[in-house]
């Protein structure tokens, strides 16, 4: 795996953005800022993921090495750098979420399942708390259309007693005015067992 270095975190972190696109009946319109078009890569997608599993590693450990404030600003990091939640809700339905607070659309409902701590959402104890050390992913496949890319797949997380979780997840990324990607669909889910 490779090692995450926190000082360069904000470089690390995938930059995902959004592209304009018309307003859905019900959600907030967000639009890029006369984004330059440029097709998203396969590439960039991979990089986007492994720098996702990089800071979901790297918020466990700075958890375990310096506490919980620690771990919380680095989780917010992650969060604004990774995600669209700055130009407007993102599609986040995290793994391990009950009704009526399963779909993540804000950020604050976003950093709660991260890493706890929010009495507004008092079900959450922090995914990116479990003492996560390593990961791998792997793609079912990757769509890409122009400026927008889905992947789907597996990822398996390994916690610091070895133990390994494997979860279906769902990524979609749009690019910003800026040109970097953004996280703008995030589903994860248990895989169904008989």
Known sequence: MKSFRLKIAAAALLPLSLMASPAIAGTQSVHAASAPYAPITLAEVEAAQQAWGQALVAI?????????????????????????????????????????????????GALA????????????????????????????????????????????????????TTVDKTWGYVRDGEGKLRIVLHHSSLPHKD
């Open 113 to 164: 399942y991260f890493v706890g701590g929010d009495k507004n959402f008092p079900k959450d104890t922090g995914f990116a708390l479990k003492g996560w050390r390593s990961y791998k992913i792997e793609n079912a496949s990757v769509l890409i259309t122009g400026n927008s890319a889905t992947s789907m797949g597996n990822v398996m997380l390994t916690d610091a007693k070895g133990n390994v």
């Open 60 to 108: 466990s450990t700075e958890y375990d090495r310096k506490g919980y404030a620690a771990a919380k600003r680095l989780a917010e990091t992650v969060l604004d750098t990774a995600y669209g939640y700055n130009m407007g809700p993102v599609l986040f339905k995290p793994t391990l979420t009950v009704a009526p607070q399963t779909f993540r659309t804000q950020r604050d």
